[in-house]
């Protein structure tokens, strides 16, 4: 019903409990052994000096470190690249301490926090602490966020000719609003998708279906648990394909919501 | 540089702020030289500062099937969708195009935060939500998404984007790239964003909000006045044959960029800002000298305007108009993006660029582009300018149909 966007994957990262790195995930992913949830430190990348490394909120501190992973795999300079980072519920430890100060002390409200509290900071300390002047964007699209960042991306890289970074990760909820919300473990994976090139580790093709497959991505058993925990684990099935170099076809829920009739990304992954 | 692009029909737009319900009145508020700032009554605690807040809100309730949506930033949304007629032509391009070939592209900063900031001050001894807001679907960024496809029955790609004061603005990348790939038949882009503490007294603690009406571009300009808006508008491609009615404004550029600097403080140089000039420009296939009326950022903080002034100055011939629309408004964060593009198109129709409201001297950084009067002229080809933290800028180029 629509044309398919043909890219390659250039590179890959991950950061999650148990995967600090994408050979990690990578060696799980293809042994099919059970994730078991481990102690989760702050990551530290590379390109913030030790100092924004204390000072950054664990969001930021989460997505530059499979932003920097996929980057170095795929062997381009970050300041090249436009980026897309995607989120459902951005920085929860800030939006938690702002709305908690705002209901007792507003006028004690940290100017350093607030502006940390903006759905772009990880975006923005990237394209800082890389020199990108590139377009950079952040978004939500709820429990659809993995596919909606995704499809932008793949449009930018489409439409531009140009590589792309595309990251999807989430924090773990903190205070009242983790009683609603999914999202009890970090999870952060990176992409670098460009115009099919020779150091691609995989094709992909996209497309959108106007009604999603009956059943959504499969997953093994094994990793269930851990993609019901972050809206960003819902990449874990195109993972496990590239982990286990499958061609695979499947499809993403691209809307939030049960209550809608939803369309789907439709992708299909070759090497 | 990016290549040109086919223009986009902008077949239908909408907006409301402080100064106006829909376009005519907002249109009306603009040729009057009547702004819609007034003292802050509005923050949980006294603020002294005026802001841009839109009557009624309090009072508004939304449909029975969206009642569990119910937050302020909804309520806005509610109420801009009503105007212009603009929920009729969104129904008729559903029906046209089929659900799941509209795309719905929204950007907003705060979302419903507002309601979250609500339901802390509403915590139980335990510090639980109460029943009443364990409502996921408004406590999180893309409720304003899930609102609006819900509100128009849309399936089709749905994402919030949330670059801060950008994020409306970059809508129309967006959709353009859905529509110029083939993804969607049409798009539906718009921004909402409302008052809450959050932004009071955020941008407060920053030491940017004015505790006077904003006045972008005075020599003694004091900060930001901070406000309120929806908006919306419909995307299709071109017909075959090219043409479209003569009165349809048309979307013939867009640029993106990165200030690489600072989280909350612009390039000292613009050279974000410039770049995502150029890229517009590029796209749009025009000359800066080509450029009749500018919607400038102007937020009224000392930095935004001393960079953007100097900017305008360097790049555009005396012939240009440029103006900052805030002092109508107050600065509505990621709504500007949106309400900005609504005004720039009204420039475009009625022939009419919109001065600086409040402002008495210009900064000598300024050059004889940007205007504090109203001015009568014919525009054809206009751009919009949005910056936001985390150093993200766009602008906006948006043509006359009769010109392109």
């Given at each position: 019903m629509s044309a398919a966007l043909e890219l390659a994957i250039e590179g890959i990262g991950v950061c999650a409990s148990g995967m600090p790195d994408w050979a990690a995930a990578r060696e799980l992913l293809r042994s099919g052994s059970a994730h078991t949830a481990q102690p989760f430190e702050r990551p530290a990348p590379a390109s913030l000096t030790p100092n924004e490394r204390r000072r950054a909120p664990d969001s930021v501190l989460l997505a530059l470190a499979a932003a920097e992973q996929a980057c170095a795999m795929a062997g381009r300079a970050p300041r090249d690249l436009q980026n897309v980072f995607a989120s459902a519920y951005g920085d929860l430890a800030i939006n938690d301490y702002l709305c908690a100060v705002l209901a007792h002390t507003p006028l004690e409200l940290s100017p350093t926090k607030f502006h940390n509290s903006v759905h772009n900071a990880p975006a923005g300390y990237w394209t800082i602490a890389s020199a990108c002047m590139a377009s950079s964007t952040a978004l939500s699209a709820g429990s659809a966020t993995f596919a909606a960042g995704l499809l932008e991306a793949a449009t930018i890289a489409a439409s531009e000719a140009k590589p792309v970074l595309y990251v999807a990760f989430d924090i773990a909820a903190t205070g009242p609003l983790a009683a609603l919300i999914d999202c009890d473990a970090p999870f952060a994976v990176a992409f670098v998708l460009?115009?099919?090139?020779?150091?691609?580790i995989a094709r992909l093709r996209l497309d959108l279906q106007a009604h999603a497959a009956a059943e959504l991505a499969p997953l093994p058993p094994s990793l269930h648990a851990l993609q019901a925990r972050?809206?960003?684990?819902?990449?874990l099935p195109l993972l496990v394909a590239l982990a286990q170099g499958e061609t695979k076809g499947f499809d993403f829920a691209l809307h939030a919501d049960k209550d809608l009739p939803a369309s789907a990304l439709h992708l299909e992954i070759s090497f | 540089m990016p290549a040109r692009i086919a223009p986009l029909a902008i077949t239908a737009c909408t907006a409301t702020c402080a100064a106006g319900r829909g376009s005519q009145a907002i249109a009306r508020a603009l040729e009057t030289r009547a702004g819609g700032l007034i003292a802050n009554s509005f923050s949980t605690q006294p603020l002294d500062c005026r802001i841009g807040r839109v009557a009624g809100l309090e009072q508004l309730s939304l449909p029975d099937a969206l009642a569990s949506f119910d937050s302020r930033n909804h309520r806005l949304a509610w109420l801009g969708l009503t105007q212009d007629g603009f929920l009729e032509r969104a129904h008729a391009l559903r029906e046209r195009h089929g659900a799941a070939r509209v795309a719905l592209v929204l950007g907003t900063s705060t979302s419903s935060i507002g309601e979250t900031e609500r339901a802390y001050r509403e915590l139980?001894?335990?510090?639980r939500l109460s029943s009443a807001q364990s409502r996921p679907q408004v406590h999180q960024p893309h409720a304003l998404g899930l609102f609006v496809a819900h509100a128009l029955g849309l399936a089709g790609p749905n994402l919030t984007i949330a670059t801060a004061c950008s994020s409306s603005a970059k809508v129309f990348a967006s959709a353009e790239r859905l529509l110029r790939l083939g993804l969607a038949d049409a798009a539906i882009v718009g921004g909402v964003d409302t008052l809450c503490d959050s932004v009071l007294f955020g941008f407060n603690s920053l030491e940017l909000v004015s505790n006077e009406e904003c006045r972008p571009f005075d020599a003694n300009r004091r900060g930001l006045s901070l406000g309120e808006a929806a908006g919306f508008a419909i995307l299709e491609r071109m017909p075959q044959s090219g043409k479209v009615e003569k009165d349809t404004p048309l979307l013939i550029g867009y640029g993106e960029s990165s200030d690489a600097h600072h989280m909350s403080a612009p390039h000292p140089q613009g050279l974000g800002a410039e770049r995502a000039l150029d890229d517009a420009l590029a796209r749009a296939g025009i000359?800066?000298?080509?450029?009749?009326y500018i919607n400038l950022h102007g937020t009224a903080s000392r930095q935004n305007d001393e960079v953007e002034a100097a900017l305008i100055a360097r790049r555009f011939p005396a012939s240009t108009r440029a103006s900052s629309t805030k002092g109508w408004s107050g600065h509505t964060l990621g709504a500007a993006g949106i309400l900005e593009a609504a005004i720039t198109l009204i420039a475009l129709e009625r022939g009419f660029a919109p001065g600086t409201l409040n402002t008495r001297e210009l900064d000598?950084?300024?050059?004889?582009?940007?205007?504090i009067d109203n001015s009568e002229a014919n525009l054809r080809i206009a751009l919009s300018n949005s910056f936001g933290f985390g150093g993200n800028n766009c602008c906006l180029a948006f043509a006359r149909a009769d010109t392109a």
């Open positions: 460009a115009p099919a090139t020779a150091q691609q972050n809206p960003a684990a819902a990449s | 139980d001894a335990q510090g000359s800066a000298a080509q450029v009749d000598p950084a300024c050059g004889p582009q940007i205007r």
